[in-house]
C-alpha cells in the first residue's frame, strides 16, 4: 500500500482511500482554486459557493477516491503504465510542427480526470450556449448589415482589419442559416471559484477527437468510479452535430458529409481519422475534391460522388487557392463558389477568424446586451484592445499582472507573437513592451492574468509516488444540432500546464486529462452514434467510397510492401553468398551483382562484386539504411509507413503498428551498431531477419484483415505488378549471367523465389532447368511463380474495371495469360529459349505499363480509357 510520505505516525489502516489521498496531495499552490477540496490556498478571496473545509475533500473527489477498488493506491502505479500501454497500442499521437524529423510524440494524457460538479456545469453550459448565440449572431452582422459597426459596437479595426475577415463571402448567408456548427471556449477557474472565459476558437478547433480517446482511455482504467458517479455520456452531442448538418445542407438527411483535413504531417492528424472513423464521415484531403457546375465532388476510383457538407479542420486562408491564398495545397479550387451557390454546408462557415481575437472578449458584454438583450452569464477576463487610446492607458500601469497577446495572431501583415507574461518581464524588458504598444497599440491586447485552478495529477515516480496538483485550462464546446440551436459537450479536454514549460499548450509539452460532468441519477443520456433500424436498401446505399487519393496509396502500399520483401530477400541471399561455400561461383557472383544494382541495393558506381567483392559487399550493409543514394529496406520501410501514414482510416491498429514499429527497430538498431548503418554482414542479417518477421505480418494483415472493396483490390495489384517486374528481371539475368545452369545459382534463384522447400519436395535434388520453368513460372499454385502472379493480377484487374476474370477487360488482356504457356513452348530449343525470353521481356515492360495506366485512369483520372470525371 503506497501511502503518505511527511513524517508522522503510522496511517490508520482503517482509513477510507479519500482520506489517504487528502494526505497524499499537497494543497495548490497559494492563490490557486484547489479542485480537490474545493478552497482557495493562501489568499484573502472566499470561494463564491460554500466548500468544504482544506481538511477535506470534495464529495466528488471523496467518491472518487473511494471507488478506486480493492488495490487502492497500490494499484496506480499499474494503472499508469496501462495507461500509456494503451495511448501507444491505439497510436494516439501529437505531432509537433517544429519535430517533422522525430518520431510521432504519444498524446500525454494523465491518470486522473477533472471531475465537474452538477452545479459547476450549470454555470459553464448556461454561459456557453449564451456566448455561442452572441458570437454568431455577430458574425452574421459582420458579413450582412453591419449594424455593429454602424453603431460604434464594434471598431472596423478590429472586424474589417483583421486578415480572418473574408471579403469574399460577404452577403452570403450560410447554407443552413447558421455560421457556427462548432465553437471552443478555454475555461480558467479563478481563485474565487468561478470559471472565466479565456479564449474562444472558431475557424478548426481542435480536441473533439481526443477527448473521446480520453474518456475510453480513462473509463476503462476506473469503471466502478464511471459508472458510480453518474458521468454523463456525449455520443447524442455528436450525433446531434452531425444530425444537424445533414438537415442543414441542400440534401437533407441523404447528405454526404466529408471531414477535410490538411492531411497525415498536421499535428493534430490522429484525431481526424479518428473523429472521422466515430462520425462515420469521409475522411478527405483537398486533393480529393473537386467543384463542378458549383456543386463539390469527390473523387473516387469510380467517377465523382457529390459532397453536401463539410468538417473543415483546415484554416479558412488555404480553402481556396483561386480565390484565398494562391500557394495552398491544402484547398479546393472553386470551393467558395461552391459555398456562395448555398451547395455547400460547412463547419464552421469561412470568415470566423476575427471572432478568435482576444481584443473582442471586451466588447462582448455590451453585443450580449444589444443583440441578446442579457447579461452574459459567463464573463471573460478583463481584456483591453489597445487600439483604443483609454483602454491602453488604463492597463499600462498594469502590466505585471497581465498578459500581453497579439490581436491578430498569425498574421502575415500584422505584428504576431507568443504571449508574453508580464510578470515575468524585467524592468528594462517592460519599458520595451510599453513602447511597443504605445507605437502599435491597435495590434497589442492585454488581458488580465488569473491563477488558473489546480486538479490532483498523478506522479508514477516508483520511489516516491505521490497526487501532484496542476493548474489546467479547460477547454468546453458548444456543438450546433439545428439552425440557431446548439448543445454544450458533457464533457470537454482538460489542458494540463507542463511542469517545465509552465504553458496549457500541447505544442508547448502540455498534457491533458479527462473530464468527467456529473449528473443526477437517472439523468445520464446514454445514446450511442449507432443506427438501430436501418432497411436494406440504406444499407445497400452504405458501400464504402474509395477515394482517388486513398487508391493510390493503397496502391503504392502493396508496391513498396512487396518491394520491400524482395529487397529484404535479395540482400539477405546476397551476404550470405559472399560469404557462403559458393563464393566462387562467378555466375552467381554476377547475377547477385546485376540484381543488386537493378533492385538499387547499392549506389550507382559501386565496382562489381567480381574484382571486389568486399567493397560491394560493405556498399550494400552500408545502403541498408540509405534513404537518398540507393533504395533498399530501409527506404522502402519509410516509404511504407508514409503510405500508410494517409490511410490511418483505413488500417487497423494492429496494422498501424506493426508498420511503425519495423521502420522504427530498423533504423534505431542501425544506430546501435554504428550511428549511421550497420557495422557487419553479421549485424546486418541479424536486423533483416527481424526484419522479415515484420513484413511477414504486414503481408498476413494486408491478405487477412482488410475488405476485398476496390481499395484492397488496387493494393494486391500493385504487389502483383511489383512480383511480376522483380521476378521476371531475376529471371532474365539468371539466364544471361549463366546463374541458372550453375548449382550455387539455380539454388540461390529457386531461394528468392522463396520456393525452396517446395523445389525440393517435388524435384528432389535436381538441378534441370525444366523443373526449373515449372515450379517458377508455369506452376499456378506457387504464388511466387510468373503464372499465379499473371493470373491473379488478370483477376483483379478485371474485377476492379467491372469484368469478369472469363472476360477481362482491355487493361487485364495487356498481362499475359498464362493458360497460353506451356513447357514446350518454352523450351522448343536446345540449350535456347528463345520463347521463354521473350515472355519474361513482356512481362517486365507489361508490369510498368499496366502501372501506367491504373495511373491514368484510377488516380488522376486522364487516361484515354478512364472514366470521365465531367460525365
Known amino acids: 500500500m503506497i501511502t503518505p510520505t511527511p513524517a508522522g505516525p503510522a496511517p490508520d489502516p482503517l482509513a477510507t482511500p479519500a482520506s489517504l489521498a487528502l494526505g497524499l496531495a499537497p494543497p495548490a499552490a497559494a492563490g490557486h482554486y484547489d479542485e480537490l477540496r474545493g478552497t482557495v490556498v493562501g489568499a484573502a478571496a472566499e470561494p463564491a459557493n460554500p466548500a468544504p473545509p482544506a481538511s477535506q475533500l470534495t464529495p466528488e473527489w471523496g467518491q472518487f477516491f473511494n471507488h478506486l477498488g480493492a488495490e487502492g493506491f497500490a494499484d496506480l502505479n499499474r494503472r499508469t503504465a496501462s495507461l500509456a500501454r494503451q495511448i501507444r497500442d491505439n497510436g494516439v499521437t501529437y505531432n509537433v510542427y517544429a519535430e517533422a524529423g522525430s518520431p510521432q510524440r504519444p498524446w500525454s494524457l494523465d491518470l486522473f480526470p477533472l471531475i465537474v460538479s452538477k452545479e459547476s456545469w450549470r454555470q459553464i453550459e448556461t454561459g456557453v450556449q449564451q456566448r455561442v448565440r452572441v458570437l454568431d449572431r455577430v458574425m452574421a452582422d459582420m458579413y450582412g448589415p453591419q449594424e455593429l459597426l454602424k453603431s460604434g459596437l464594434l471598431p472596423p479595426a478590429l472586424i474589417q482589419g483583421h486578415p480572418g475577415y473574408l471579403r469574399s463571402i460577404y452577403g452570403v448567408p450560410p447554407a443552413g442559416g447558421t455560421h457556427l456548427h462548432i465553437v471552443a471556449f478555454d475555461l480558467a477557474r479563478g481563485p474565487d471559484g468561478n470559471w472565466w472565459v479565456v479564449s474562444q476558437r472558431t475557424q478548426a478547433p481542435s480536441g473533439l477527437g481526443y477527448l473521446l480517446e480520453n474518456r475510453l482511455s480513462i473509463s476503462r482504467l476506473f469503471p466502478e468510479a464511471f459508472e458510480s458517479m453518474q458521468v454523463q455520456r456525449m455520443a447524442s452531442t455528436y450525433r446531434a452535430l452531425v444530425e444537424g448538418l445533414k438537415n442543414a445542407s441542400p440534401a437533407g438527411a441523404d447528405a454526404h458529409l466529408a471531414l477535410l483535413t490538411p492531411g497525415p504531417y498536421n499535428e493534430t492528424y490522429f484525431e ?196 501532484e496538483p496542476r493548474s489546467m485550462m479547460l477547454r468546453v464546446f458548444a456543438l450546433s444540432d439545428g439552425p440557431q440551436s446548439w448543445r454544450v459537450l458533457p464533457g470537454g479536454l482538460a489542458r494540463v500546464v507542463s511542469a517545465k514549460a509552465g504553458v496549457a499548450s500541447m505544442q508547448g509539452g502540455g498534457g491533458s486529462a479527462d473530464v468527467w460532468v456529473l449528473a443526477n441519477k437517472g439523468e445520464v443520456d446514454h445514446s450511442t452514434l449507432l443506427q438501430p433500424h436501418l432497411s436494406p436498401a440504406s444499407v445497400a446505399q452504405h458501400k464504402r467510397l474509395v477515394t482517388s487519393r486513398a487508391a493510390e496509396n493503397l496502391f503504392w502500399l502493396g508496391r513498396f510492401t512487396e518491394r520491400a520483401e524482395n529487397n529484404l530477400r535479395l540482400a539477405r541471399l546476397t551476404l550470405e553468398s559472399f560469404n557462403g561455400e559458393d563464393q566462387t561461383s562467378e555466375p552467381l557472383m554476377a547475377w547477385l551483382t546485376s540484381m543488386a544494382a537493378y533492385s538499387m541495393l547499392v549506389p550507382p558506381g559501386v565496382p562489381s562484386s567480381l574484382p571486389a567483392r568486399r567493397v560491394f559487399e560493405r556498399s550494400l550493409v552500408a545502403s541498408l539504411c540509405e534513404t537518398s543514394d540507393a533504395a533498399s529496406v530501409g527506404f522502402n520501410l519509410r516509404a511504407i509507413k508514409n503510405a500508410a501514414a494517409n490511410l490511418r482510416e483505413r488500417l487497423s491498429q494492429e496494422q498501424w ?32 531477419d527481424a526484419t522479415s518477421a515484420y513484413l511477414a505480418a504486414m503481408t498476413g494483415a494486408q491478405i487477412d484483415r482488410m475488405t476485398r472493396d476496390d481499395g484492397w483490390r488496387l493494393l494486391s495489384i500493385g504487389r502483383q505488378i511489383e512480383r511480376l517486374g522483380f521476378l521476371s528481371s531475376a529471371l532474365v539475368r539468371g539466364f544471361d549471367t549463366g546463374a541458372a545452369y550453375d548449382e550455387g545459382g539455380f539454388e540461390a534463384m529457386v531461394a528468392l523465389f522463396d520456393s525452396t522447400i517446395t523445389f525440393h519436395a517435388q524435384y528432389q535434388q535436381s538441378r534441370d532447368v525444366v523443373a526449373l520453368l515449372d515450379l517458377l513460372v508455369l506452376n499456378r499454385e506457387n504464388p511466387h511463380s510468373l503464372g499465379w502472379v499473371a493470373q491473379t493480377l488478370r483477376g483483379r484487374l478485371a474485377k476492379l474495371g467491372g469484368a469478369s476474370w472469363q472476360e477481362p477487360d482491355a487493361l487485364a488482356q495487356q498481362v499475359p495469360d498464362p493458360e497460353l504457356w506451356t513447357l514446350d513452348t518454352l523450351c522448343n530449343a536446345e540449350g535456347a529459349y528463345p520463347a521463354l525470353n521473350e515472355l519474361l521481356s513482356q512481362c517486365v515492360s507489361t508490369s510498368w505499363r499496366v502501372s501506367d495506366e491504373i495511373s491514368l485512369r484510377y488516380f488522376s483520372h486522364t487516361g484515354e480509357t478512364g472514366l470521365s470525371l465531367g460525365s
Open 272 to 467: 481526424h481519422a479518428y473523429l472521422a472513423r466515430y462520425l462515420g464521415l469521409t475522411l478527405v484531403q483537398g486533393s480529393d475534391l473537386t467543384v463542378r457546375d458549383q456543386h463539390l465532388y469527390l473523387k473516387t476510383l469510380h467517377g465523382l460522388e457529390p459532397v453536401h457538407g463539410l468538417l473543415k479542420r483546415v484554416d479558412d486562408d488555404w480553402l481556396d487557392p483561386l480565390e484565398l491564398r494562391s500557394e495552398s495545397t491544402l484547398g479546393v479550387p472553386g470551393l467558395l463558389q461552391a459555398i456562395r451557390a448555398g451547395n455547400v454546408v460547412m463547419a464552421n462557415a469561412p470568415g470566423s477568424a476575427f471572432l478568435e481575437s482576444s481584443a473582442l472578449l471586451g466588447f462582448l458584454p455590451a453585443l450580449s446586451e444589444h443583440l441578446l438583450g442579457e447579461e452574459l452569464q459567463l464573463p471573460a477576463l478583463p481584456t483591453w484592445w489597445c487600439g483604443e487610446r483609454a483602454a491602453m492607458e488604463a492597463v499600462l500601469p498594469k502590466l505585471s499582472e497581465c498578459v500581453i497577446k497579439p490581436t491578430y495572431p498569425g498574421s502575415p501583415v500584422h505584428r504576431s507573437f507568443e504571449a508574453v507574461l508580464g510578470r515575468n518581464l524585467s524592468r528594462s524588458k517592460m519599458d520595451e513592451w510599453v513602447g511597443r504598444i504605445m507605437r502599435q497599440g491597435n495590434e497589442h491586447t492585454v488581458q488580465k492574468a488569473v491563477p488558473m485552478s489546480q486538479m490532483p495529477t498523478w506522479n508514477a515516480d516508483p520511489a516516491h509516488p505521490a497526487i
Open 657 to 688: 503498428n506493426v508498420i511503425v514499429k519495423a521502420e522504427e527497430e530498423f533504423f534505431s538498431r542501425s544506430s546501435e551498431y554504428t550511428g549511421a548503418g550497420y557495422s557487419s554482414t553479421v549485424d546486418a542479417l541479424r536486423v533483416l
